[in-house]
């Protein structure tokens, strides 16, 4: 069974500082994903990557990066968290062996953060 | 205009109800219609998907599509309390890349 896992539950950050979500897959898939989850706005795609050091902007990237150096683990960073990032942070993963269907995405269990 | 657009609810039923659930979508580009669970506290779980319009069923559960009018359907029937979630539409062009409703919170009673 596929095994998505966030690093963190809960976390509670200042204004300012600099923010490491982790997550780690292991089921060897290709693609893995940052979606951020708020009331009334649903799952919204941060970045995305489809390789080791590839990375692709999903539809609100702005004040965030990623990092994918090994083909399990993919971080999403704060550079520098503001008060309207609080929110619950989903990573999922998913398969090119899905294709042409790459709608089976595995998700975390997310990191609710809060940033003061 | 959002490219989804889905209830949010929350949907209260009773036990053993036919439930309904809907999205509508602007895109008619969209090809992958899946219907994702997601539980208090856990990440979303894929429950259904489909290809271009018609029906699918899986047990209690039958997913339609209706390309003509950009809606998509998700039915329960005999619905129990364990289906109390909220239910995500998705759908994509055939790339990686979906696209979400907002869910609809489902609370089913005994």
């Known amino acids: 069974d596929v095994k998505v896992t966030q690093s963190s539950r809960y976390l509670v950050k200042r204004t300012g500082e600099k923010v490491f979500l982790e997550c780690v897959q292991d089921?060897?898939?290709?693609?893995m994903f940052w979606y951020r989850q708020d009331p009334g706005l649903g799952l919204r795609l941060i970045y995305f990557?489809?390789?080791?050091?590839?990375?692709e902007k999903g539809d609100i990237p702005e004040g965030y990066s990623v990092s994918r150096e090994k083909k399990e683990r993919f971080s999403l960073i704060l550079e520098s968290a503001s008060t309207n990032q609080t929110s619950m942070y989903l990573c999922?993963?998913?398969?090119?062996?899905?294709?042409?269907?790459?709608?089976?995405?595995?998700f975390g269990n997310g990191t609710r953060l809060t940033v003061t | 205009q959002k490219e989804v657009e889905q209830d949010p609810g929350p949907l209260s039923v009773p036990e053993g109800a036919i439930v309904s659930l809907n999205c509508t979508y602007s895109?008619?580009?969209?090809?992958?219609f899946m219907w994702y669970r997601q539980y208090s506290r856990k990440g979303p779980e894929l429950l259904m998907y489909?290809?271009?319009?018609g029906n699918k069923e899986d047990g209690r559960f039958t997913a339609q599509v209706d390309k003509s009018s950009k809606y998509i359907s998700l039915f329960i029937r005999d619905s129990q309390p364990s289906d109390s979630a909220t239910y995500l539409c998705?759908?994509?062009?055939?790339?990686?890349?979906?696209?979400f409703g907002t869910g609809t919170r489902l609370l089913v009673s005994p």
């Open positions: 999922a993963s998913s398969s090119d062996r899905d294709r042409p269907l790459f709608g089976t995405l595995h």
């Open positions: 089921m060897d898939h290709e693609n």
């Open positions: 990557s489809y390789d080791v050091k590839m990375k």
């Open positions: 895109n008619s580009a969209f090809q992958y």
């Open positions: 489909t290809y271009s319009s």
């Open positions: 998705a759908m994509n062009t055939g790339f990686q890349k979906l696209v």
